[in-house]
């Protein structure tokens, strides 16, 4: 066994502390990884505080890993020490479902692991993530990183980036298109940027005026005050398609307003609350439709990195020490990000 150190939530009403634990020796299919980075993403918090109340604790969390490989199984091929690497939100699945035959891990019908507040396979131990200074994973949900600089702001693409990737790319959205990010954090940044790269005109919508401007530098050519009754009104039926990245309940019908007939909203936001149920003449009137969607697959997760190299688009980063996660929680309920929170692992030593 591996020795571990990293930091757990040992229930849902008290903060990280540190906590030492062991990883599995790697297998011959197994890439060990030391890890450099790892984002701190809304889905942590819901978890630390077992908000949608399926927590396993202890719990450690982090699932946007950016690290170097330190050992390698002897069958593994795609990886070899020193290669830097990142893996996101799952590090296995049944690999033969039909989802997993198409490269949708995320949706495998017999269940995929998650990298923290998973079972193993066949059952097991509670997972650990990368709130840790290592991680042992199965070479094929290994990604490749192929940025060559500024890995701490490359970590949060491994979750906020494949989850506003894949339904932007699902969902078809590319140039002509007139496309609103709602809630402007880690997703919602990462959304802006990657809308932008794919042709559309974006739109950011927030309840922040104070973050419009930082909408316009990362994308977004308008703004919409979600708060603001005269700009919803002005908006209305303006929109091709919407990605709704708010980590709480709210209003869905004042949102579906916005786009023009048969246009999209897609949730990817997961309050604990339920929202209000939307009203049904939101969606008939312009035929409209709610989605919703999970992550990404780990070949799209491969395909969005090389994308985001190509683009040179990373996340807007705040580095803090593993000390500080505690208050970092405090201030992203408060919507006070600029606009993802990565972990230096480098803090952890002498814990
Ligand atoms: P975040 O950084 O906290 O951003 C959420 C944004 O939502 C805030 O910055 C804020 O933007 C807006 N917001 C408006 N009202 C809010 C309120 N009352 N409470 C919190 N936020 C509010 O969170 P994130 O890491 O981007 O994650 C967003 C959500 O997506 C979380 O629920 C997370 O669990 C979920 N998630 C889902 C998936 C998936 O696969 N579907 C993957 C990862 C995360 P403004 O200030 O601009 O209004
Ligand atoms: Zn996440």
């Given at each position: 066994m591996i020795k571990t150190r990293g930091y757990a939530a040992h229930s849902g009403d008290q903060p990280l502390q540190p906590f030492n634990f062991e990883r599995r020796t790697p297998g011959p299919g197994d890439v060990q990884i030391d890890i450099l980075y790892c984002g701190v993403c809304h889905s942590d918090l819901h978890t630390a505080r077992n908000e949608w109340n399926n927590t396993l604790f202890p719990s450690v969390p982090g699932h946007e890993i950016v690290g170097r490989v330190a050992a390698v199984g002897n069958a593994v091929e795609k990886f070899a020490v020193g290669d830097i690497v990142g893996v996101g939100c799952i590090i296995d699945s049944c690999q033969h479902c039909g989802s997993c035959a198409e490269g949708l891990e995320q949706y495998c019908e017999n269940g995929f692991v998650g990298t923290y507040n998973g079972h193993s396979m066949g059952g097991g131990e509670n997972t650990y993530g990368g709130y840790a200074n290592n991680i042992v994973v199965r070479q094929e949900f290994v990604l490749k990183v192929p940025h060559t600089e500024n890995l701490a702001a490359v970590a949060p693409l491994l979750c906020a980036g494949i989850t506003t990737y894949s339904p932007l790319r699902h969902w078809k959205v590319g140039p002509g298109q007139k496309v609103g990010v709602v809630g402007l954090g880690g997703l919602g940044h990462l959304g802006v940027k990657i809308a932008r790269a794919m042709g559309a005109e974006v739109v950011l919508i927030t309840t922040s005026p104070a973050k419009v401007a930082d909408g316009q530098r990362l994308g977004a050519e308008g703004a919409i005050i979600s708060t603001d009754a005269e700009q919803m009104a002005a908006a209305?039926?303006?929109?091709?398609f919407i990605l709704n990245t708010v980590a709480a309940p709210h209003n869905l019908d004042a949102l579906l307003a916005?786009?023009?007939?048969d246009g999209t909203m897609t949730l990817v936001g997961a309050p604990s609350e339920p929202h209000p149920s939307p009203d049904v003449f939101s969606l008939i009137f312009k035929r409209r439709s709610l989605a919703g969607s999970l992550i990404g697959g780990i070949q799209e997760t491969q395909e969005m990195l090389d994308f985001c190299a190509e683009h040179g688009i990373v996340s807007d980063i705040e580095m803090i020490p593993i000390q500080q996660i505690n208050e970092a929680y405090e201030r992203m309920l408060k919507g006070d990000v600029r606009y993802r929170f990565v972990i230096d692992m480098d803090s952890l030593q002498g814990e």
């Open positions: 209305r039926g303006s929109l091709d916005l786009l023009k007939r």
